[in-house]
């Protein structure tokens, strides 16, 4: 009992949580304008069946009435056959013919009574055909007016929800803006690194033909510089000062006297650069004072200051 108890519970609870999820998903999906346009259209269906209710209570009263016709017609024959009859001294045809319109009476006064009943059933589905169609006119208009004023409350609510940003158009709208800003700071982002790398040389033959000579120039021109500068240091090292500049060591008249250039190659854009040659060091030679220059004509005693001088030959 007690298990069958609680299956009974599980089960009532289980069928009012379908219930109410069931409403929920109904009051959700149900239109109130759709609603109202459904109802106005069974009241419109139901007002045309009391109207053909009416017609067909019209249709009958009328049939009763020719019926009622056609008897007052038949006993009005009748009483004029008796009437004859008699006068001709057939009082046993006036009795048949008067027999005969008794009958009719009867089913004339039958008729009667279905005629006013059928009259005023005619008269009842009438009024209740005016009041009904009075009531959908009614209906009909608050209808409308319900529905303008649930379409102007649904657009107030959505300009509502436009302008705070939670409607779901507008959310969708901002999911797109935010996507497309995205992609565009991911192209500038690319476009800069590819900047960067063209300016760096790393893709400068990107979808070219690269240049090898040029590059084979530009090495030798690299390695040139290189073994220039190791020349120099070794220069420096072994004379334990700074190399002078080739070609320029001063002489006795204090002008620079150019070194002889032995093999010098060919100067040129695609000239080899001459491998560095190295000489050792020199002792520097004394440096010999500048000589005046002697007149012509005079001798080297009669010039002041040089009578003392003492002569290459007389130097030990």
């Known amino acids: 009992m007690k298990g069958t108890a609680a299956r009974m519970g599980v089960m009532k609870r289980v069928s009012l949580v379908f219930k109410a999820k069931a409403n929920k998903a109904l009051d959700k999906m149900e239109d109130p304008r759709e609603t109202l346009d459904y109802s106005y259209q069974r009241q419109l269906e139901l007002l045309t069946k009391v109207r053909r209710g009416v017609a ?16 007052q017609q038949q006993a009005n024959k009748l009483q004029d056959q008796a009437r004859k009859a008699l006068s001709m001294g057939r009082e046993d045809l006036a009795r048949e013919a008067l027999t005969r319109k008794a009958s009719a009476q009867s089913q004339l006064d039958e008729l009667q009574v279905q005629y006013a009943q059928l009259q005023a059933e005619e008269e009842k589905l009438t009024v209740a055909s005016q009041r009904l169609q009075a ?10 007016t319900i529905k303008a004023t649930y379409t102007a409350a649904e657009a107030q609510t959505r300009i509502n929800e436009a302008f705070s940003g939670i409607s779901e158009e507008m959310g969708d709208v901002g999911m797109a803006i935010q996507r497309a800003e995205d992609k565009t700071a991911q192209m500038q982002a690319r476009a800069g690194a590819i900047d960067e790398l063209m300016a760096s040389g790393a893709l400068d033959d990107v979808g070219g033909r690269r240049d090898d000579i040029q590059s084979e120039l530009d090495l030798m021109s690299a390695n040139s510089d290189v073994e220039r500068e190791l020349a120099m240091l070794k220069g420096e090292l072994t004379t334990g000062a700074p190399k002078q500049l080739e070609g320029s060591a001063p002489n006795g008249t204090g002008q620079a006297t150019q070194a002889p250039q032995q093999n010098q190659a060919p100067q040129g854009p695609y000239a080899p650069p001459a491998p560095p040659q190295y000489s050792p060091p020199q002792s520097p030679e004394p440096v010999q004072p500048p000589q005046q220059a002697q007149p012509a004509g005079l001798p080297a005693s009669d010039l002041p200051g040089l009578a003392d001088e003492p002569q290459d030959g007389d130097r030990s």
């Open 135 to 144: 009531k959908v006119d009614a209906f009909r208009t608050r209808k409308e």
């Open 56 to 71: 067909d209570v019209a249709t009958s009263r009328k049939r009763v009435e020719l019926q009622m016709n056609q008897l």
